[in-house]
């Protein structure tokens, strides 16, 4: 089939890859979002599907809005056959949608219909999910909320930050969307309706999302950290300033500390929840680089008593 692919971030990338490597399918163009600031100098930056695109010699298309008429007209001269999507970030409207004989057909991380929205791999890990996945789906007009053609399980580790699960799906889920694209073609896929049950909703992390409360139990403070990084960052305040909390553990036998109340032993720093104790293991204090929490501890000499927590 003749293929537009519609993606914008790295996560994005090994999906973009696994069909330019089809022998089946020809990947014609790209749709991703405009050059965007990056870095220090705020230098417009082209995204990594666009960088991707270009090495491979494909058109790439960055309409400032998808009903741009402009952007419309060339996609109907291109003519595709179907136009996979992963993490685009834009809604499409039914002028669009429409264009395609097959539609387009969006890889999305979790298994539907739980966690429809623009962070389903966040929600899974904040919510304590032991099985997630990827799935690949027809657009509709609606929220994530079109017939599915099929699906990838995966794990959430212990371990696993939002960073970590992402990756691994978007490269399981490269594999699941060319094979979509393989069945769409030969006939053998047909698209089955969302069941009307299970039906959850994962929408962007904002900032405060990612405060932790220390009056929850640790468990809910090792999972916002781990479901907040990457991005935005789980963090609180400390003598009242913000700090970026990278890496936590739960430390169930430590029963002692109350919500929020620090511990410095001379390799380790606690902090009391709503339960047990969690350890605190990197940390990134305002303007600075991120640091073990022994280190940090040492170099801001915590007095005993002090608490994380409060506003700005």
């Not at 870095?39 to 809005?65: C, N, T, W």
């Not at 499409?92 to 429809?116: C, E, M, T, Y």
């Not at 960073?163 to 060319?178: E, I, M």
Request: hydrophobic share 45%; with cysteine; glycine share 10%.
């Amino acid at each position: 089939m003749r293929l537009v692919f519609a993606g914008t971030p790295e996560v994005a990338v090994p999906a973009l890859d696994a069909l330019i490597g089809s022998e089946r399918h020809e990947v014609v163009a790209v749709v991703t979002r405009p050059d965007a600031p990056a870095g220090r100098g705020r230098r417009l930056l082209a995204s990594p599907v666009a960088q991707r695109a270009e090495e491979a010699g494909i058109e790439v298309l960055k309409p400032v809005k998808p009903r741009d008429e402009e952007f419309l007209a060339r996609l109907r001269e291109i003519g595709p056959d179907c136009c996979p999507v992963v993490a685009y970030g834009a809604l499409l409207p039914r002028v669009a949608l429409d264009i395609p004989a097959h539609g387009w057909v969006n890889l999305h991380f979790s298994l539907l219909p739980a966690w429809r929205g623009a962070a389903p791999v966040q929600h899974s890990i904040m919510a304590g999910d032991e099985i997630t996945g990827a799935a690949t789906f027809l657009i509709e007009e609606g929220l994530d909320s079109g017939p599915v053609y099929g699906t990838v399980t995966e794990t959430i580790r212990p371990t696993d930050t939002s960073g970590d699960l992402l990756t691994r799906l978007a490269f399981a889920g490269s594999g699941l969307l060319a094979a979509t694209m393989d069945g769409i073609e030969d006939g053998t896929l047909k698209a089955v309706p969302q069941p009307a049950d299970g039906i959850s909703l994962a929408p962007k992390i904002t900032v405060e999302d990612a405060h932790i409360d220390w009056t929850l139990p640790a468990l809910r403070a090792d999972r916002v950290v781990r479901g907040c990084t990457p991005a935005p960052g789980a963090w609180t305040v400390f003598r009242g300033e913000r700090l970026k909390l990278i890496h936590v553990t739960p430390v169930p036998d430590r029963t002692d500390l109350a919500p929020g109340v620090l511990s410095v032993g001379k390799n380790n720093v606690y902090v009391g929840t709503g339960s047990y104790a969690v350890e605190l293991l990197w940390v990134q204090a305002q303007g600075k680089k991120p640091m073990r929490a022994a280190d940090w501890a040492r170099g801001v000499r915590i007095a005993d008593g002090e608490v994380l927590g409060g506003s700005v």
